[in-house]
């Protein structure tokens, strides 16, 4: 039997390939514009692309990290000299610091993209990482550096939980607005039933005050008291099914409609028109 640990595990791992698969897409996406910038080289130790300083960016990078709704990190060597996030991605690496062990004896060594997770700080991290080459043939060159696209597991669920409580809250206020325009209908219901009772009851008064001559009208009033008892059917069934749906509307609906149900099962209410036939 499949249980909910299972699904969520289906579920997630599909999410967590999709993101990985994302994160190559960016990767690749900022090794391309990186390279238009120019020939990558090493002045006074910075890093450069034509005369672009890559060291600390604040420009570039944060571009492709709201364009892929991912963090970006960027390496000169195994030391991380740019690193910038987006919302709900988690923080950015500390500029200065050294990348993951497994990252360099992939990406750097053995000149291979990683896709994988690695532990920062106590969080995982969803991350995928390139060689940067100075040129375009990697074949000749040892890469300089690395690309990195990053995804705060943590992150992650908690932009998941927001947008799920946002729907919840969203349906919550769908479902309140059905339960006004049902109480809306069941109170018509309700009085047309009774605006029939008491009409089948005033002409069963008239019908019997005319003899002989009111029997063809009693055939009639008794199917308006028949109608009425249906109408009455209706708004019962109509009251189960908006409580099996969930749609309960609120106290004070229900305080308005349990008076218009009392006053109607008096017969009549106060301010209601006389009632002829």
Known sequence: MTTETQIFNAV???????????????????????RRLGRLHRVEGRLRAGDTVLDQDN???PLLARATSLGI?????????????A?????????????????????????????GSLKRNGL???????????????DETAPIGMIEAFQSEQSFYESLVAAARIGVEQRTAAQEEA?????????FLDDVARRLQLLALNGNIIA????????????????????????????????KL??????????????????????????TSEGDPPLSV
Request: glycine share 14%; charged share 25%; hydrophobic share 35%.
């Open 12 to 34: 997630w791992s599909v999410i967590r390939r999709r993101i990985l698969d994302r994160g190559v897409s960016a990767t690749e996406l900022c090794d391309n514009v990186i």
């Open 59 to 61: 420009t570039l990078l």
């Open 73 to 85: 990190t960027l390496y000169h060597g195994n030391r991380r000299i740019a690193s910038t996030s």
């Open 87 to 115: 919302l709900g991605v988690g923080k950015p690496g500390e500029i200065g610091g050294y990348a993951d062990a497994k990252l360099v004896d992939v990406v750097l060594r053995k000149r291979e993209i990683f896709k």
């Open 124 to 138: 995982v991290y969803l991350v995928t990482a390139r060689p940067l080459y100075p040129t375009t043939s990697p």
């Open 179 to 187: 339960a006004d325009g049902m109480e809306g209908v069941i109170h």
């Open 208 to 239: 019997a005050q005319a003899g002989e001559y009111g029997r063809a009208f009693r055939v009639v009033c008794r199917e308006l008291g028949t109608l009425a008892d249906r109408a009455k059917g209706t708004v019962t069934d109509v009251r």
């Open 242 to 267: 908006m409580q099996t749906m969930g749609l309960e509307a609120g106290e004070g609906h229900g305080e308005e409609f349990g008076r218009a149900r009392g006053s109607g099962a008096a017969g």
